[in-house]
């Protein structure tokens, strides 16, 4: 039986999620990482980000949605995978996953072991994925596939709805979110939040 739960109410209830420990899968770009400033390109870690972090027993990023950017060029792996590495030495975020080839053909992962080493999983080439070349990139759900089976292999958690939110800005962060079965919260609830309570990360 479905159950129609209040916008009011269901906010209330993810931004108490957001707030409790879980497990968080972020989208990056406008999410974890934007610009205060429309006239200054310098991405910088946004508001209320880091204090969400924090407060999770793990943070996964799932990075990439289709777009007419994102369709127009193919972006080099080892490149955008040496960023996510800077950034998950500022933050605590246990994995990545990105699809950065036309077509969302292709999924890494960063993962950062537990002694802090970091190692680079390319998905695309596992048999059990092939189902999912063309679907990576969101609001295909095959990046949240190959990330379960990271969280469950790599750290021993399940990601679900009963533990998991995914907060992105867009809406293939949250059409992803719903087709693959966990909740969505706006980054923009994280960034708000952040900016009443005068909290500066």
Same mark, same amino acid.
Request: negative net charge; proline residues 5%; hydrophobic residues 45%.
């Given at each position: ?20 420990? =879980? ?25 209320? #980000?880091?204090?969400?972090? @924090? ?25 955008? /995978?040496?960023? +996510? ?8 975020? &246990?994995?990545? /996953? +990105? ?8 999924? +890494? ?14 998905? *695309?080439? @596992? ?7 063309? *679907?990576?990139? =969101? ?11 990271? /969280? ?5 958690? #399940? ?14 962060? @949250?059409?992803?979110? &719903? ?9 923009? @609830?994280?960034? *708000? ?5 005068? &909290?500066?990360?």
């Amino acid at each position: 039986m479905g159950y129609v739960i209040d916008c009011d109410i269901q906010k209330c209830f993810l931004l108490s999620f957001v707030m409790t420990p =879980k497990i968080l899968l972020w989208d990056n770009d406008g999410t974890i990482m934007g610009s205060k400033n429309p006239n200054d390109p310098t991405k910088v870690i946004l508001p209320g #980000v880091l204090d969400a972090m @924090e407060g999770a027993d793990f943070n996964f990023v799932i990075s990439g949605f289709a777009s007419p950017e994102s369709e127009s060029q193919n972006f080099d792996p080892d490149t955008v /995978a040496a960023r +996510f590495i800077n950034l998950m030495g500022e933050l605590p975020i &246990s994995a990545a /996953a +990105f699809s950065p080839l036309i077509g969302g053909v292709a999924c +890494f992962v960063v993962i950062k072991k537990p002694d802090g080493v970091f190692v680079i999983k390319k998905a *695309h080439e @596992e048999a059990r994925y092939k189902n999912y070349i063309g *679907h990576f990139k =969101k609001p295909g759900v095959g990046m949240f596939v190959v990330m379960r089976d990271v /969280a469950a292999e790599e750290f021993g958690v #399940v990601i679900d709805r009963s533990s998991s939110v995914m907060i992105g800005d867009t809406w293939h962060d @949250e059409a992803a979110a &719903s087709e693959f079965g966990v909740g969505f919260l706006s980054a923009h @609830e994280v960034h *708000h939040r952040a900016a009443k309570s005068g &909290s500066c990360c």
